[in-house]
């Protein structure tokens, strides 16, 4: 290689990095002529791509090698940057598509069984941000349950049972899969009285998508749900939970006056969420927020048809 020129040229060469093997390429950065400031931009391999530069959209082929990356290396540190890379580029739409069409899902969604947890909740993460695409969802479908399992059973507050939780409330965007959280109804509850600040929001974003749909109304008014739950309504109660629980009490009390059940004997079981949100104590919280400082929930008071 003689003098110096415009744009060089770098040799490649064979890279084993964490029991993986793959192709690493580069071309040094230079200018065209009569095109000034245009740079060549480099071909990285798979490696470099996990390195903390996620501004640029990556192309199929480097998704590719990630995902490949991903699928055979054990190395904890690769993984998890390689499932934030993934992660970043999956919230571009093309990229939710070119993914899913790699195969890239099944690989990212076997992390989330690893016991690494600052893994699991990178795969969490990627699979997320995925599920916005509703193709997509007819593949991650298969992880619900296990995400559920690892939201009710893992440690309270955790970053992995945030990232669940936000995995499970994309996926009940639509109607589709709700029915997939029937038997779990019962846990979402109790978590929403025992989580702090962060979780209580992310549990009433879940169940207010579930109480949009009629076909969940029985599930939600069965569950059992300790009486904590109606402190949930006092004057007191920060705002963005308070008019949440308000929208779950208004979308629940709409479901049933279409169906012209609200007149109808029930057949729900004393301790069920139905005998907490139509008894008399919630009818005097109720009441109260009528005369409630902030006129938002003032406003959702009176659009619950019973008030």
Known sequence: MGGARDVGWVAAGLVLAAGACY?????????????PGLRLRPSRSAEDLTNGSYDDILNAEQLQKLLYLLESTEDPVI???ALVTLGNNAAFSVNQVTIRELGGIPIIGSKINNPNQSIKEKALNALNNLSVNVENQIKIKVYVSQVCEDVFS???????QLAGLRLLTNMTVTNDHQHMLSSYI?????????????TKVQVLKLLLNLSENPAMTDG???AKVDSSFLSLYDGHVAKEILLRVLTLFQNITTCLEKEGRLAIQPTFTEGSLFYLLYGEECAQKMRALVYHHDADVKEKVTMIPKF
Do not use: K, M, Q, W
């Not at 192709?23 to 095109?35: A, I, K, S």
């Not at 893992?154 to 992995?160: C, E, H, K, R």
């Not at 979402?188 to 962060?198: A, C, D, V």
């Open 23 to 35: 192709c690493f390429y580069r071309l040094t950065r230079g200018r065209r002529r009569g095109v």
């Open 79 to 81: 993984i998890e940057r």
């Open 154 to 160: 893992g440690p309270l507050n955790s970053a992995v």
């Open 186 to 198: 019962t846990d979402l509850f109790h978590l929403l009285l025992t989580g702090n600040g962060s």
């Open 220 to 222: 939600l008014l069965g």
